[in-house]
């Protein structure tokens, strides 16, 4: 069974520091997203990505966020400067179709557990 | 409440018993889906009924749907000690492109 493959699986990085978490999304999708959930809390929408673009956001993707699919493959977020409310697990998902026609439900990686101390 | 809240939060029952989860949400929705987490893990899809649909049935899962009380529920019959895990509603908000998920219920099925 297709799966969306999230590298690396754990990243511990000092406050203040650039990261690059990285999603491999399953092939024939064409809709991206990122996800995060701190520890103990429910799981909470950053951004949501189609055709090249962000098609919608969060409060929390603020300027310090980014994403990127750079080569057709991969689909990146990029955290500029962490900070220690950073730390969360980050989850990418993919789907192959949105809104009233969707029967299947979006297939999420695995996660990264990220740690800025 | 919020979009997408569960209850119970915690729910702890013995192996071979029903277990029933609620979720409530707030806005016009395309779908709900229902997710299972185990600790620490990444999310799996179980089962997502649409906005005309107000039953759904898939293996020993049983989803209901009304949306003109918006909220759903999720029956787990036969439980298996395999089932302990967290259990989350999402909503798929009309017109956005994002799940909207609710705090979760933490499943415990003792053996």
């Known amino acids: 069974e297709p799966e969306v493959t999230q590298t690396p699986s754990h990243q511990v990085t000092q406050m203040g520091q650039e990261v690059i978490l990285r999603c491999v999304p399953i092939s024939n999708h064409l809709y991206f997203y990122w996800y995060r959930q701190i520890l103990g809390q429910k799981v909470e929408f950053l951004v949501s990505f189609y055709n090249n673009e962000i098609s919608e956001k969060s409060e929390i993707f603020d300027d310090q966020f980014s994403v990127e699919r750079p080569d057709g493959s991969n689909f990146t977020l990029k955290i500029r400067s962490t900070k220690l409310e950073d730390s969360a697990m980050y989850f990418c998902?993919?789907?192959?179709?949105?809104?009233?026609?969707?029967?299947?439900?979006?297939?999420f990686g695995s996660g990264t557990r990220l740690t800025v101390v | 409440s919020q979009q997408g809240e569960e209850d119970p939060q915690a729910l702890s029952i013995q192996e071979g018993e029903n277990a029933t989860m609620n979720c409530s949400y707030k806005t016009s929705i395309n779908n709900l889906q229902w997710y299972r987490q185990n600790s620490g893990r990444g999310l799996v899809h179980l089962i997502l009924?649409?906005?005309?649909?107000r039953e759904k049935h898939s293996g020993r899962l049983r989803v209901t749907l009304d949306t003109s009380k918006k909220s759903s529920s999720l029956l787990i019959t036969a439980s298996r000690a395999a089932d302990t895990a967290s259990y989350f509603c999402a909503t798929d908000v009309q017109g956005a492109q994002k799940l909207v998920f609710g705090q979760g219920t933490r499943l415990t099925i003792n053996p």
């Open positions: 998902a993919s789907s192959e179709i949105q809104g009233a026609r969707r029967v299947y439900g979006y297939t």
């Open positions: 009924i649409r906005s005309n649909e």
